[in-house]
């Protein structure tokens, strides 16, 4: 790998910043945010060190499901603005170096849609199977994914007497994939976003791509199809995928070694375990995750999150860790969702311990991979428990300290959902004072963001775990062709003394220099390194030799 390499596959050292247009910025003060907004906030996000921004679903919809129920892939939400003002917004974001991806759900459509309309006109309508339908619930169906808001994932239509499928809500009857001319539809709206100048999509919930098990949908071979389609017409466009799945069965929607389906994926199994560890002041938990991840092929790479916009999942934990994690990060029953997650924000998790954020957020940014961060991270905002479900982390993003935390001047009863209540409101937690403060978490972000940007070993470098003898501590290393660094996280709440040899090919007396802070150490004759760290600490070590060119 040469440097220049990372411009052609671009994605294995960008750091993506999520954001929903609704609840980002309101420009025309009528208590929902728009393009307009967003547009005069991509130079706040270029400052920060955003490369790729993931707009979550911006399309006309009903509004039952935060705008996952879509009922028109080819428009814009009015609310939101029109086409011109997203094409502005595109344009502007390519100036400052930014690239954007949209969300793609192609699972199901909202009931309102056009074509679920025209399908359950009756049974012989040309869009009857754009949707799949059943005279009687098959044997053996699966749960629904929202298990506390429906029985099952098969409803009755009383105008036709069949069942139609919906793995999510009912008002979302999922599209039939084994049906070619749905898979022409598909192309066709990724081939529309992408002739307008996105550089690719998050694809929603991607295990649900086969449908109850209907063996008419391989959905593998959907992906490679998209994927050959998505490349021919832009080489270096992106599918990130939703697969919360065990790493085996992600490894295969990557493509395995052919590397032709899913061009990223999120991390779910090393997100939980990094819950887990936290909870337990061990690292061992998501040091094993690691260890654990399959090698993946050059044209692929993890997407690594703290936090999405869904609920925070702990299904890949068995049941007595998943109770620890609550114990530890959600006591209160109003804190868990669908009882397998939490729809809190790290900082009130953590008890806004400054040391403790900064931690985990360190290990975010020096884990191999690609870091995704959901909009408000960078600030440490907060959730509202006061709204229902997932919307709790949903809140407007707080630029200042006026009303409505800088977001709209619109009415508070007017706003698209509350802002943040109490000690992580705007008040005490907005962007405007944080850029002025060089020792805020956005600055401490700013850092992170750079230092990864300059460690391009980190994207692309391979993986090495290393025993320090501390449990509560977790060193790695990542080596390329490019670079070697090794990065030190120390979880618990106490001091700890470390010493550990630095892996084959480093060394003996190795001069490691801190990215994060001033100074250094010096590896001995026989390559060990000792070091203090404080509770919660964080170290980056460059390993620097004659041959290095970077600047420290």
């Known amino acids: 790998m040469r440097l220049t390499d990372t411009g052609d596959l671009w994605w294995k050292t960008a750091v993506v910043y999520c954001l ?52 028109d892939f080819y428009g814009v939400d009015s609310r939101l603005g029109h086409h011109g003002d997203l094409v502005e917004v595109l344009r502007t974001a390519k100036d400052r170096g930014m690239r954007v991806i949209a969300d793609l759900v192609v699972n199901h459509t909202s ?10 006109s009756s049974k012989d309508n040309p869009f009857r199977d754009f949707y799949v339908w059943r005279d009687e619930i098959p044997p053996n169906a699966p749960t629904n994914v929202f298990p506390d808001k429906e029985d099952g994932v098969w409803q009755l239509d009383e105008k036709t007497g069949q069942y139609y499928l919906h793995n999510f809500y009912r008002h ?114 998501l040091a094993d995750s690691l260890r654990e991840r399959p090698v993946l092929a050059q044209e692929s790479q993890w997407a690594n999150f703290v936090r999405n916009h869904d609920e925070l999942t702990l299904d890949k934990l068995s049941e007595a860790e998943r109770m620890e994690v609550f114990e530890a990060f959600a006591p209160d029953e109003g804190m868990r969702v669908f009882d397998r997650g939490i729809r809190r924000r790290l900082p009130t998790m953590l008890a806004g311990d400054p040391r403790h954020v900064r931690m985990v957020y360190s290990i975010l940014f020096s884990l191999p991979g690609t870091p995704v961060i959901f909009y408000g991270e960078e600030i440490g905002m907060g959730e509202n428990l006061e709204q229902a479900g997932r919307l709790a982390v949903r809140t407007p993003m707080q630029w200042n300290a006026a009303a409505n935390g800088g977001f709209s001047r619109a009415r508070s009863r007017r706003l698209v959902a509350p802002v943040t209540p109490d000690g992580f409101g705007p008040a005490h937690v907005n962007a405007a004072d944080q850029r002025s403060d060089p020792d805020s978490l956005l600055s401490f972000f700013e850092k992170l963001i750079r230092r990864y940007r300059a460690s391009v070993e980190i994207g692309w470098g391979e993986l090495t775990i290393i025993d320090a003898g501390v449990d509560c501590v977790l060193v790695h290393a990542v080596q390329g062709q490019e670079g070697r660094m090794i990065a030190v ?60 060119k970077r600047l420290s």
């Open 489 to 548: 996280h120390n979880f618990s709440s106490d001091p700890q003394e470390i010493e550990f040899a630095l892996p084959d090919g480093m060394g003996p007396n190795a001069e490691l220099v801190e990215l994060l802070r001033d100074g250094g150490v010096v590896a001995d004759e026989k390559g060990r390194v000792s070091i203090a760290l404080d509770a919660f600490d964080h170290r980056w070590l460059r390993v620097h030799d004659g041959d290095d």
């Open 111 to 120: 009931d309102q849609h056009p074509w679920f309309k025209a399908s359950r």
């Open 20 to 71: 929903d247009i609704e609840t980002f910025m309101d420009f025309n003060d009528d208590g929902v945010g728009d393009f307009e907004g967003l547009a005069h906030r991509i130079d706040y996000l270029a400052e920060l060190g955003v490369t790729c921004l993931w707009l979550m679903p911006f399309y006309p919809t009903p509004g039952r499901d935060d705008g996952y129920d879509i009922i």
């Open 172 to 285: 979302q009857p999922d599209l039939n994939l084994a049906n070619p001319k749905v898979r022409d539809e598909i192309a066709k709206v990724i081939g529309y976003w992408m002739q307008l100048g996105f550089s690719g999509f998050r694809v929603d919930a991607v295990p649900f791509l086969k449908q109850d098990g209907d063996p008419g949908v391989d959905p593998h071979e959907l992906l490679r199809s998209l994927r050959k389609y998505l490349t021919r017409r832009a080489g270096d466009s992106v599918l990130l995928g939703e697969v919360n799945l065990p790493f085996e069965e992600q490894y295969a929607f990557f493509g395995g070694e052919a590397a032709d389906e899913l061009t990223m994926q999120f991390d779910f199994v090393g997100m939980q375990k990094l819950y887990l560890s936290l909870a337990r002041q061990d690292a061992r938990p």
